[in-house]
């Protein structure tokens, strides 16, 4: 018999801007930082106890290589018998983390797993390849290791190793999703971001650092009309390009951390939510903006639920018109208001650090539910080369506690 895992603590490190207050820190120093910040929140934890630590990171080319989560594990301070590993499943590593985790407890393997992720977008290398031959005689070029393809094999189609911007363009040209509504959108994040953080929801969610103490991303006061301005950045807009620098995620450091258990052990502290569906999906590469609408529809047909009682979503934005495109879809299938998608802000705001914004999404939807007193949210990601990932999450107090 399985039993259930929960989670029962988020933390996180304010998001900041690429090359902005975070770009001193290592990625290793970020991911402890979390870490430390989780573990704070549950005084009855023996870290001792731990069974393992899981850890996302989308890149893993320069100082968050070599293991980077039992690099961190032993920079938190954490005994050295707590083991660590990490996670690539590049956007959703974090997310992809805490299912690692989810099923690690349902098993019985642990009882105690600690899961997120990190990224520092501002810190990823320049990588040379290395030659076939010694000595050769021709230049060789260094390739940016922060996003997108590098060093891509030859043997893959065209069409899979398109920019992820561009994708995202022929998704809106698909959808027939306007620049205007992206616009709406993109200021809507930044609205609502804004407006939680002045009210003190993400106040229990981040561990204040001396660099930076709040997401560095938010510009309060922003309106659709401003982000019309800007130019586009994939495509010129006679040629149709809708995509600007203020409807898209900006690249992002940060790092987050979500502490999950079984139901049979007293960490001083009450459960959020218990894990109740996983969902992975994958498509074309290029479709990848759209992978968490099936994704989504796996994780609720295992959690047993449909999406009208569904009512909190966190649906990573990296760029407003893959969100858009989900919530439609998922509107179609019976999501009840558009509203309950991110209502306190979004990735395109408070920024996407690749490895560490699933375990984002699943710290703020735990503690919405936490806040709203409904029953059931959704987590969704979209993941470069066609992949989509989500989780199902049941608020505890709903449900009498840990069953």
Not at 17 to 45: Q, T
Not at 351 to 374: N, Y
Not at 377 to 392: K, R, T, Y
């Amino acid at each position: 018999m399985t039993q259930s895992a929960y989670v029962y603590a988020a933390a996180r490190t304010p998001f900041g801007r690429f090359g902005g207050a975070l770009a001193g820190v290592r990625p290793d120093d970020l991911a402890a930082v979390a870490i430390r910040g989780v573990v704070a929140r549950a005084p009855g934890l023996d870290p001792a106890c731990i069974g393992d630590v899981v850890l996302g990171c989308g890149n893993q080319a320069g100082e968050d290589n070599r293991n980077v989560a039992r690099m961190a594990t032993l920079l938190a301070g954490l005994p050295t018998s707590v083991p660590g590993t990490t996670v690539n499943r590049l956007c959703g590593s974090s997310l992809e983390a805490a299912l690692v985790a989810s099923r690690t407890i349902e098993t019985g393997d642990a009882d105690i797993v600690l899961a997120g992720g990190v990224e520092s977008m501002t810190r990823a290398p320049w990588v040379l390849p290395k030659p076939t031959h010694p000595f050769p005689a021709g230049d060789v070029s260094a390739v940016s290791t922060t996003l997108g393809w590098r060093l891509v094999n030859e043997a893959m189609p065209l069409e899979w190793t398109t920019s992820l911007g561009e994708c995202n363009e022929l998704l809106g040209e698909k959808f027939g999703i306007s620049r205007a509504r992206q616009d709406e959108f993109a200021a809507r994040s930044q609205a609502l971001a804004h407006e939680a953080w002045e009210g003190g929801f993400y106040a229990d969610l981040i561990v204040p650092m001396e660099q930076l103490a709040r997401d560095e991303g938010i510009r309060p006061g922003t309106t659709a009309e401003m982000l019309a301005t800007l130019p586009t950045a994939f495509r010129s807009a006679g040629a149709g390009g809708t995509i600007s620098a203020g409807n898209a995620s900006p690249l992002s450091d940060g790092a987050s951390a979500l502490l999950l258990a079984s139901g049979q052990i007293d960490l001083g502290v009450d459960p959020l939510a218990r894990v109740a569906g996983r969902g992975a999906h994958a498509l074309a590469p290029q479709d990848f903006g759209y992978a968490p609408v099936e994704a989504a529809e796996k994780a609720l047909r295992r959690a047993g639920i449909s999406w009208g009682e569904v009512s909190a979503v966190e649906l990573n934005e990296a760029f407003a018109v893959q969100a858009l495109a989900c919530i439609d879809a998922w509107l179609d299938r019976g999501l009840r208001d558009p509203n309950l998608v991110n209502s306190c802000g979004g990735a395109i705001a408070l920024g996407h650090p690749l490895g560490a914004s699933g375990g984002r999404i699943i710290g703020t939807l735990a503690h919405r539910l936490r806040e709203s007193g409904d029953r059931w949210g959704v987590a969704a990601i979209c993941i470069g080369v066609g992949q989509g990932l989500a989780v199902v999450l049941e608020n505890v107090a709903r449900t009498g506690g840990p069953r």
